[in-house]
């Protein structure tokens, strides 16, 4: 029989996971998701062999890089809907305006507003600091980059299994509430942490300068992350 286990429920998916603000919070599980794009140990070290040779770490550019979405557990179209007078209290709008103050070694930009009601996605997209929203880019280019930069968006970060298969150092913001397998990683063995978007800049200021003078302890932690998913979990799981 299994135990009773205090759970995160994602109000967008099926996607299920712990909540460590409980002191006994037990174990998690994987969601559908997970099976579907599961990949054997074969196929992911064949995934990473391509990773290394198609983007060779002497080629990055000295920059955290993050693109992505305004989704957020607080926010909803129907019940709580974001615009220009409450949009700082999303982390990822924060997280846009704060990477303004922080170039070029923080490069995190918006490229698609949700959460909003009709009308109002123009207001808050002028509201923003800079020029707005960015272009998407394709989550392996993100490797482009010396590291890539990770955080909660409806629940926990659904892209952060994928990262891990990556052979680029990840930054991530810490977080109560993890996929099936991140008690199995930790900060400053396979990952770096910020415990705030008020803190972000700073930290990619203190990596990139580390990367500018010898990127052997984050390349190393890259390896260690790799190794780990397979390890694991041996899958990976889709981006949405």
């Keep these: 029989n299994l135990p009773a286990v205090p759970l995160c429920m994602s109000s967008s998916n099926s996607r299920t996971g712990q909540t460590r603000q409980h002191p006994k919070a037990g174990f998690t599980f994987p969601y559908y ?31 955290v890089f993050w693109r992505g979405s305004t989704t957020s557990p607080f926010f909803s179209s129907d019940v709580h809907p974001m615009d220009n007078t409450n949009m700082m209290g ?34 808050i997209v002028r509201s923003l600091p800079g020029k707005g929203l960015a272009g998407k880019v394709a989550m392996e280019d993100f490797c482009r980059s010396a590291a890539i930069l990770d955080l909660d968006g409806n629940g926990w970060s659904s892209r952060f299994a994928q990262l891990m298969q ?54 190393k932690m890259a390896e260690r992350m790799q190794s780990d998913i397979v390890i694991h979990t041996g899958s990976g799981d889709r981006v949405k």
């Design 33 to 63: 998701q997970a099976w579907g794009a599961s990949l054997g140990p074969t196929q992911m070290h064949s995934l990473q062999s391509c990773m290394q040779a198609r983007y060779p770490h002497q080629n990055r550019r000295p920059t």
């Design 166 to 219: 990556y052979n680029t150092p990840e930054l991530k913001m810490a977080s109560n509430m993890t996929a099936f397998f991140e008690h199995l990683t930790g900060p400053g063995h396979a990952m770096e942490q910020f415990q705030s978007v008020a803190v972000v800049g700073e930290r990619s200021l203190e990596l990139m300068t580390e990367w500018q003078s010898d990127p052997t302890r984050l390349i």
């Design 90 to 123: 999303n982390d990822r709008v924060k997280l846009h305006t704060e990477a303004e103050f922080h170039q070029p070694y923080l490069d995190a930009q918006l490229f698609r507003i949700l959460e909003t009601q009709d009308g109002h996605e123009r207001d």
